[in-house]
């Protein structure tokens, strides 16, 4: 029988989906919308075996094991499972240098 996690997105990830949302929304709002439920979507998939999802390349690079990511492309979803809790801690552009946006984000 499967675990079953909790989701919790923190507060930045919240805010890069809405960020990215809004966007969107500027020139095509029913995009905005099919996009939004299909990162909530998947993402809500991760309450069963999240660690099916690969560790984040750049931080495994570096040592750092902990933190995991699911590609809904061209989005980056990057969570950390702690106990029975899968915190959701980015969702970032991966057009983007992911390293320059993470080291931004731990420096502060």
Not at 5 to 32: C, G, M, Q, T
Not at 44 to 53: A, D, F, G, Q, R
């Amino acid at each position: 029988m499967n675990q079953i996690y909790e989701i919790i997105w923190a507060r930045i990830a919240e805010n890069d989906l809405k960020e990215i949302i809004d966007y969107i929304a500027i020139d095509s709002p029913a995009n905005a919308l099919t996009i939004y439920k299909e990162i909530k979507n998947k993402t809500s998939s991760l309450y069963t075996m999240p660690e099916k999802c690969r560790i984040v390349p750049e931080l495994k690079d570096q040592g750092i094991m902990q933190y995991r990511e699911l590609i809904v492309s061209p989005w980056r979803i990057m969570f950390r499972i702690t106990e029975m809790k899968v915190y959701v801690l980015s969702v970032l552009d991966a057009r983007r240098n992911i390293e320059d946006i993470l080291l931004k984000r731990l420096a502060k």
